[in-house]
């Protein structure tokens, strides 16, 4: 399942966040009853399940619909994929982008696959570290490549907004598998992600 609009949502679970979200209103000191609010908590309501959405998806079952057999077995690379997800501590976005690369092993995955994986596992409630172990763990065990490599950059807006009130550092966490766990593989990769023509 997916949210594309409004109509999908399931109601009673809108209902229950979006009371939720009218008692926080009214609890920081504004009035939920006022026009410009009353519609708030529940569009609150379906931001919070949209970004919340990977819960109900599977990783494994979205990487099974678009493998094909094939004798590649060079490095293919898919950088710049851009991520929002939700620091577990705070509730607060945490944003930047990732890199995958992978050997194949006799199969291929469609290559929009990969950003949707990451999509699956950053729409929930996560810390970096976890996420990208996910995204490699996910790949590795479904596709069974030769290698799987994961790299995220990501600002935290519980760093930023509040908290220490860092605004310009950038996390970065990674994950090896497989070649990649070799430092001339590994290097390679890294380089072409740090290339403009990687
Ligand atoms: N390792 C890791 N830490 C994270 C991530 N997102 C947020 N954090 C940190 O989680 C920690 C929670 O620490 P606490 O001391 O319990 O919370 P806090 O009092 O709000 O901490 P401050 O943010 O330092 O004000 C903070 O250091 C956050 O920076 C993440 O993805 N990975
Ligand atoms: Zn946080």
Do not use: W
Request: net charge neutral; glycine share 6%.
């Amino acid at each position: 399942m997916s949210y594309h609009n409004f109509e999908e949502y399931n109601i009673k679970v809108t209902d229950k966040i979006r009371n939720q979200y009218s008692n926080i209103i009214n609890e920081v000191g504004e009035d939920a009853a006022r026009e410009g609010l009353v519609k708030t908590p529940e569009r609150a309501a379906k931001a919070m399940q949209f970004l919340t959405q990977g819960y109900q998806q599977d990783a494994a079952e979205i990487l099974k619909g678009a493998m094909f057999k094939e004798n590649y077995s060079e490095m293919v690379i898919v950088k710049n994929i851009e991520l929002y997800s939700l620091c577990e501590h705070h509730m607060l976005p945490f944003f930047g982008k990732a890199h995958i690369a992978y050997i194949p092993n006799g199969h291929i995955v469609g290559l929009s696959k990969l950003p949707r994986v990451v999509d699956v596992f950053a729409r929930r409630l996560q810390v970096q570290e976890r996420l990208t172990h996910n995204i490699l763990e996910c790949i590795n065990n479904t596709l069974k490549p030769q290698g799987v490599a994961v790299v995220i950059e990501a600002s935290h807006m519980c760093m930023m907004m509040r908290g220490v009130q860092k605004q310009n550092s950038v996390t970065t966490t990674s994950g090896f598998r497989g070649q990649f766990e070799k430092i001339e593989t590994r290097n390679e990769f890294l380089k072409l992600i740090s290339s403009d023509l990687g």
